[in-house]
């Protein structure tokens, strides 16, 4: 299966300041996807990034919040913008590593804020 | 839209007793389906996951799911919980191509089962 590598593991930030999350891959995949699972909730998925275009976000997230890059077929990085404890979550990457074999996650990165 | 159902957030039973954890789903095409396991502190783990062929689905450490489309259902069992059983398990389900014109799309999750073991 993919391997990923997901960055920081930890942080705590200001309210008012942005984190930005790294995730690496180390396979090329077509979609990557980004979830946010708060405090002692289920996974939800913030947004879909495909490489060469803007990323595909879901219901109730936005991009001026949660922007995504992805540069290539390996990398995407998820910035949490002007933060509030609200945000306070564990931030979540994952890819399907080949067709109709699952998905895999990053271990996450979790976020306080304060 | 899909959805999914986990009945019950929390699950007691015994060591070497059955688990079940329930999941339904809705879904407007035939479903793939997911079960994943969280460790405390820990990343998603994939248990196992049915995307079409046989319906009895046989994943690791013991646990297996089977697919009912009568049902809407993909039951998570295993015939004798051990201690180190104990964790969330978390139900998804992909409407794989449906929105991504062919492609992966993302999971949507169930709200989660927190396993208790029962010495």
């Known amino acids: 299966s993919a391997v990923i590598s997901q960055k920081p593991s930890r942080d705590i930030c200001q309210r008012g300041t942005s984190l930005t999350i790294q995730c690496q891959v180390d396979s090329q995949v077509t979609m990557m996807f980004w979830y946010r699972q708060q405090p002692g909730q289920s996974l939800t998925l913030i947004a879909t990034?495909?490489?060469?275009?803007?990323?595909?976000?879901e219901s109730g997230f936005v991009i001026d919040k949660f922007p995504i890059s992805r540069p290539n077929l390996t990398f995407s990085t998820l910035t949490v913008s002007n933060m509030s404890p609200e945000d306070s979550s564990i931030y979540l990457c994952s890819v399907e590593w080949a067709p109709n074999y699952g998905y895999t996650f990053g271990s996450g990165t979790r976020l306080t804020v304060v | 839209a899909q959805s999914v159902t986990q009945l019950g957030s929390h699950v007691s039973v015994s060591e070497g007793a059955l688990v079940l954890l329930r999941c339904n789903y809705s879904?407007?095409?035939?479903?793939?389906l997911f079960w994943y396991v969280q460790y405390p502190n820990q990343g998603l783990q994939l248990l196992l996951k049915?995307?079409?062929?046989?319906?009895l689905v046989k994943g690791i450490n013991g646990f297996e799911a089977e697919f009912k489309k009568s049902e809407t259902s993909f039951h998570l069992t295993k015939p004798s919980a051990h201690m180190s059983d104990a964790a969330e398990y978390f139900c998804a389900v992909s409407d794989r191509g449906v929105y991504s014109g062919g492609g992966a799309d993302g999971l949507t999750f169930g709200k989660g089962t927190h396993l208790i073991i029962q010495p």
């Open positions: 990034a495909n490489q060469g275009s803007e990323a595909t976000y």
């Open positions: 879904s407007s095409v035939p479903p793939y």
């Open positions: 049915y995307t079409t062929g046989a319906t």
